[in-house]
């Protein structure tokens, strides 16, 4: 009996002793239990294969940790419209060099209405950029026939129409005899264009008189459609 009393561990050894039980107490039910945390994991350690597929979601990754080359790019589906891109969220800055070319930009896409005044340079225009394929065709047409017969002082008005679907960009008049003392009243587009009098965007009205008997005729600048 004695001897067992001699044998009695010491009260700092029994203080050890609990704290170890305890500690592996608190493992062995975490592990029992299925609720491994953090503190249970080196960092580092949890790699993708550790990880059940299709088990991450948005919420466990921190806001903004992925970049550019976190991403596959030919997994990502194609914007469905521009209506989707908020006016003004597109600048120039966040386009690389050479990013916009000619085959990624929709037929008919870009119309005069989108571009700024003055948003375009020469400088900004490839030499070969612009040929004869790009550039409208125009012709001068003076009214066919005999033109318009007047007589002294009398007031009179020649038309001329451009071919087929072509439209007027400027005209004017012209007497068979330029001699005599001539007024012109009006030299004007006969449709919507400034200073249009009709609704015909392919005419050419003049109205005029001659202080002799004279003929007048219309002429005008049509560019080919």
């Known amino acids: 009996m004695k001897d067992l009393m001699r044998r009695r561990p010491s009260p700092a050894m029994v203080v050890a002793l609990i704290a170890l039980f305890v500690a592996l107490g608190g493992v062995s039910y975490g592990l029992a239990t299925g ?18 597929n299709n088990n991450a979601t948005g919420t466990d990754l921190r806001n903004d940790s992925l970049t550019g080359s976190d991403i596959l790019e030919s ?3 194609q914007v469905p419209s521009a209506a989707n891109v908020a006016d003004g969220a ?16 929709d037929a008919a896409a870009v119309t005069a209405g989108k571009i700024a ?7 900004e225009i490839d030499t070969a950029a612009v040929g004869a394929a790009e550039l409208k065709d125009t012709y001068i047409f003076v009214g066919p026939g005999a033109g318009t017969a007047g007589g ?38 006969n449709g919507p264009a400034p200073g249009g009098v009709g609704d015909n965007p392919q ?17 005008a600048v049509c560019q080919r459609n």
């Open 35 to 52: 609720s491994v945390n953090s503190r249970e994991i080196l960092n580092n350690t949890v790699r993708s294969v550790d990880l059940r």
């Open 75 to 77: 997994s990502l589906d």
């Open 90 to 105: 597109i600048t120039t800055q966040k386009l690389a060099a050479g990013a916009v070319t000619s085959a990624k930009i």
């Open 117 to 123: 005044a003055n948003a375009v340079q020469s400088s």
């Open 152 to 189: 002294a002082g009398t007031y009179v008005t020649a038309t001329v129409t451009c071919a087929g679907s072509d439209i007027v960009l400027s005209g004017g008049p012209s007497w068979q005899n330029p001699s005599t003392n001539l007024n012109l009243m009006n030299s004007v587009p």
């Open 203 to 219: 005419q050419w009205i003049v109205t005029g008189s001659s202080a002799a008997a004279n003929t007048l005729f219309a002429w």
